[in-house]
């Protein structure tokens, strides 16, 4: 007789790590037979109970229900639950039969797998590819990868990006969902820095500027909770098929060379596949899936990061780690950065005072040629001041009895 924890492991190894029947048949000592029959249960097996002669002994059925439904149901409500039912027992009873079972049904849920409609739902995960590119002057940087899956299809997007931030979010989000070709009705997310500004009581806040965008977008987002088992299985096995099938013996230029490679190597390979959970094609099944995403808003929505920050004494602004310049003499001053992956923009009420490329690298100074100028001229003129070598003209008197003799 094979219980729960067989048929969680089995469904596991099939699906998740991809073995065949009779590898799995082999692995866990039991007939193909069995194996072909565990993985055609829709749910665990019916678990028998043993005559321990407890009190509660009538109701561990109706608990194993309980827990079927939601693994994480606490004892006490399971206690509410089956007092109702006539159980008279104290929780001391309950508390240790839920902890000694809760195991089985928290592992079967976490392989149980969803159908998912056309459309309904897309999964989002970072991916640390552990890539490093060229970002300048000799310096490497790991590229990251935010991707975008569809799990009703199996279609994937990656935008790749250098930083795991906001802006970073935003641009990948918009980017792969552009490649996808439209918006599903719900997205899943971690509950990553990137995405969530904090969490109370249970509810996750989100960056004002995600919020603002899934607002265009329409989407409805859908934040797991940490700790707990994701529900991003299809964008996680997606992330091993990228680690496994596209990156290795590649080499990369830059991080434009990877998103090319990517794309390329997607549009080739992942999308041209026979995907065996769909039974079909993933570029066919795609074509399907695609009529039934919302298109995205015309034009796109501005994903860049508005700031506000104070200029230093040394008239910089920072940005991550990086220093960018501002004209001389507005130290002190506070002024309003527009961050996008490609530009760092400075505003001073309202006004353009500076624009530079954004730099990635560590520690970097970014600093305007007329900012240079400006910022020595300023610097020689105090210098003078201070030691009272100024140069100031005589005036020429004659000049003005001239004047005053018109008068």
Not at 29 to 50: F, H, N
Not at 218 to 226: E, F, N
Not at 273 to 301: C, F, S, Y
Not at 376 to 402: F, I, N, Q, S
Request: charged content about 25%.
């Amino acid at each position: 007789m094979y219980g729960v924890q067989d048929w969680a492991e089995v469904h596991r190894l099939f699906h998740r790590d991809g073995l065949t029947k009779s590898a799995i048949a082999r692995r866990m000592g039991m007939s193909r037979t069995t194996v072909i029959e565990l993985l055609a249960r829709d749910g665990p097996p019916r678990y028998e109970r043993r005559p321990t002669g407890s009190m509660l002994d009538p109701y561990r059925d109706e608990i194993r229900r309980m827990l079927a439904d939601d693994p994480d149901v606490a004892a006490t409500v399971v206690l509410e639950r089956i007092r109702r039912s006539g159980f008279e027992g104290r929780i001391t009873i309950v508390r240790d039969f839920v902890a000694r079972v809760r195991p089985e049904f928290a592992r079967a849920a976490a392989f149980q797998r969803t159908s998912y409609l056309p459309g309904e739902i897309g999964q989002v995960d970072w991916w640390h590819t552990g890539i490093k590119v060229e970002v300048g002057r000799g310096s490497l940087r790991e590229a990251l990868g935010l991707v975008v899956t569809l799990p009703a299809s199996a279609a994937h997007a990656v935008t790749f990006t250098l930083a795991k931030d906001v802006p970073g979010f935003l641009a990948g989000l918009l980017g792969a969902l552009e490649k996808l070709g439209g918006v599903p009705e719900h997205l899943v997310f971690d509950n990553d820095t990137s995405i969530v500004a904090s969490r109370r009581g249970g509810v996750a806040r989100l960056h004002l500027e995600v919020a603002a965008l899934l607002g265009q977008l329409a989407v409805k987002p859908v934040v797991l909770k940490p700790a707990t088992p994701t529900s991003k299985g299809q964008v996680e096995r997606t992330i091993r098929f990228l680690e496994t099938s596209f990156v290795p013996l590649r080499t990369f230029t830059g991080l434009g060379d990877l998103q090319v490679q990517h794309d390329t190597w997607a549009a080739e390979v992942a999308y041209t596949r026979h995907h065996r959970r769909i039974g079909a094609v993933v570029a066919d099944a795609w074509a399907t899936e695609k009529r039934w995403l919302r298109p995205l808003p015309d034009p796109l929505p501005d994903v860049s990061r508005q700031l506000e920050t104070r200029v230093g004494k040394d008239c910089f602004v920072r940005v991550g780690n990086v220093d960018y310049s501002v004209p001389p003499g507005l130290a002190g001053r506070r002024v309003q950065l527009q961050v996008t992956l490609e530009k760092v923009v400075v505003q001073l009420e309202g006004t353009v005072i500076a624009e530079h490329e954004r730099s990635w690298i560590p520690a970097d100074v970014v600093m305007a040629p007329t900012h240079l100028r400006l910022l020595r001229e300023h610097r020689d003129a105090r210098k003078a001041l201070r030691a009272g070598d100024v140069d100031v003209p005589t005036p020429d008197l004659a000049a003005w009895d001239a004047i005053a003799g018109a008068f």
